[in-house]
């Protein structure tokens, strides 16, 4: 009894593993399957010479024209908490959600911030493997001024 149930089961999981894939591929649901097809690279064709943008960097600009690169876990938070969420919020200026980062990264580093410039360090794709590319600036955000002095 159970060899014949687990040919029909059987079945059915691949059934289900192609069903999900074909979703992913065509419905653009990708953040459902990572890690498995979350990744830039994943989400169309790339061919020699073009740019790829692989991640975003962060530059915090000081007070007395200086600047920082400022990494995930100096906002203590995780690299695709980083990727995704912070650089969404620059992207759109969604300073309530920018303001506590900025707000933990001063505390820890005693450093004020008075802008924030969201960059992306793409790569091209060459016969001979990847370089890199220009860096493009993506959004530079001034902070509102926070009273410290």
Known sequence: MKEKLAYPFISLVIAVIIGLQSVAVFGRVTSFFWPFV???MYHESHYEGEAINVRHHLIGILEGSGEVEILPKDLGIEFWQFQMDLSDAIKYEKLNIIEPYVQYYENRTGKH???????????????????????????????PASGKE
């Not at 590319?133 to 955000?141: F, G, N, S």
């Open 38 to 40: 979350d990744y830039p």
């Open 113 to 143: 911030l008075i802008g924030l410039r969201l960059e992306e360090h793409p790569i091209t794709l060459t016969r001979e493997g990847f370089e890199p590319a220009p860096i493009e600036v993506v959004k530079t955000l001034n902070l």
